[in-house]
């Protein structure tokens, strides 16, 4: 997945150049403090994915893609929230706040990397995307390693403070993430949060009682606050 980083401070390049270097499927091209010279650059070369800073002196990042007839998936980096709404009527496809941590850069980088892959174009448009899931993966980061995960083989997820664990034919892969940053990786369609501690794949789920699913002979809770959600997705599935 190629890349380039568009932002007028030298010290918010290198973080995003330290964070990518560890994820092992990003191509950084290149990177300009001026985004005029970006302008120039960006047409005549195959770029997928921009990290573009909104606030900069000669052009904005809120109106930098103006200029550009199809421009790349954009992820916008910035210091100051405010800018959200707009930045998603451009449709961006994340939107990260200085200082960025690793994990919320991979985050987006992993959105960008499925709709990629997926062909799909970003819009405004309300419609249901239904993506192939046998076909779905994402990276996970545990310790120094990345493991690439089949989300079909992703059975349920089990979260302890600022960690998680993946259960996937029954192998454990632990990972410094929040649960909510795991749920925002995971189609809807096929996953869905059942306790504070517990996310469950629909398709892997063998029995619902009152108060629990089973999932290869482990019993996990479901807690009140999500009952009544979970239960109107189950009265769904096909």
């Known amino acids: 997945m190629n890349c380039v980083i568009i932002d007028d401070e030298p010290a918010a390049i290198d973080v995003l150049k330290f964070h990518l270097s560890s994820i092992p499927f990003v191509v950084l091209k290149k990177t300009f403090r001026d985004p ?13 994915v921009m990290f573009l800073d909104i606030n900069m002196p000669k052009l904005s990042g809120i109106s930098f893609p103006k200029f550009l007839q199809n421009p790349p998936l954009i992820i916008f980096t910035t210091a100051y929230s405010e800018y959200a709404l707009e930045s998603y009527d451009l449709k961006a496809i994340d939107y990260l706040l200085k200082p960025i941590e690793f994990n919320r850069l991979l985050q987006a ?10 062909n799909i174009s970003i819009t405004t448009s309300s419609s249901k995307i239904s993506p192939d899931i046998s076909k779905q993966t994402i990276f996970i980061k545990s310790g120094s390693e990345f493991h690439q995960l089949f989300v079909q083989n992703i059975e349920y997820i089990e979260s302890d403070g600022n960690y998680v664990t993946f259960y996937i034919d029954k192998r454990p892969i632990l990972a410094r993430y929040k649960i909510s940053e795991v749920l925002e990786l995971l189609p809807k369609e096929y996953f869905t949060r059942v306790h504070r501690s517990y996310i469950v794949a629909l398709k892997h789920i063998v029995t619902i009682k009152k108060h629990c699913v089973v999932i290869d002979n482990k019993e996990i809770p479901i807690s009140s606050k999500y009952r009544e959600g979970f239960l109107k997705i189950t009265q769904n599935i096909e």
């Open 109 to 118: 980088v992993m959105k960008a990397k499925q709709f990629l892959e997926k």
């Open 36 to 48: 005029l010279d970006a302008l120039e650059y960006l047409p005549e070369h195959k770029v997928d």
